[in-house]
């Protein structure tokens, strides 16, 4: 196998595994709606890397760095997703903080949802402007000039994109399992307050980003 590829495997794997944005989200819908919620958040989380493959690719990273109110907007956007998640999770913490249930109706009439926990995951990842940046420093140094950029990118983001998924739904799969102990209303509700504040200070911290 292509030494190079080592080069791209380990320290992608060590991002991945490494507590972030991606995280928090994963833990904080897999304790919403159970393993399910949290692993199509994944899937959505994940699918966002062959966007910012393609970006990178086609060099259009690069127009959106050098415009300054571009790369601004999608940061606020971003950072506005996260605080939005942030809020959400703090009301639910100041109910009851019950969780969702796959396949009947929770308390105060809502459902789980695929599209919700795909999109959440989808958006979360799309609109965050590092993941672009760091796309558009990191995937380059392993792309060969003599072949395709775009197929290539698209290799490694596919990558990415498994072990990612790997981890998320193990992480999702070992919130659930301790969903009895979660089940305590005191607690569901400690831990969306906790998870909101965290998402509240990641999209803060994202909108002052430089």
């Not at 609109?127 to 950029?149: E, G, H, T």
Request: with cysteine; charged share 15%; glycine share 10%.
């Amino acid at each position: 196998m292509d030494p190079l590829f080592w080069t791209f495997l380990i320290p992608i794997t060590l991002l991945t595994l490494t507590p972030g944005v991606d995280t928090v989200l994963i833990i904080r819908n897999t304790t919403r709606g159970g393993w399910w919620d949290g692993a199509l958040s994944s899937l959505g989380i994940c699918s966002g890397l062959f966007v910012h493959a393609v970006v990178s690719a086609v060099g259009i990273s690069v127009i959106l760095l050098q415009s300054a109110w571009a790369f601004k907007a999608l940061k606020l956007a971003g950072a506005g997703y996260l605080i939005w998640l942030g809020i959400v999770s703090l009301r639910s913490a100041a109910r009851n903080g019950e969780p969702l249930k796959l396949g009947s109706q929770a308390k105060g009439g809502r459902h789980f949802s695929a599209r919700r926990s795909l999109l959440e995951g989808f958006l979360s990842n799309v609109l965050n402007p590092k993941a672009v940046v760091f796309y558009m420093a990191f995937l380059p140094q392993f792309i060969d000039p003599n072949r395709s950029a775009l197929h290539q990118s698209l290799f490694l983001a596919g990558v990415h994109f498994t072990i990612a998924m790997i981890w998320q739904c193990l992480l999702a799969s070992i919130v659930h399992r301790a969903k009895q102990w979660m089940s305590n209303p005191k607690i569901k509700r400690s831990l969306d307050g906790v998870t909101g504040s965290i998402m509240m200070v990641f999209g803060v911290k994202l909108a002052l980003y430089r």
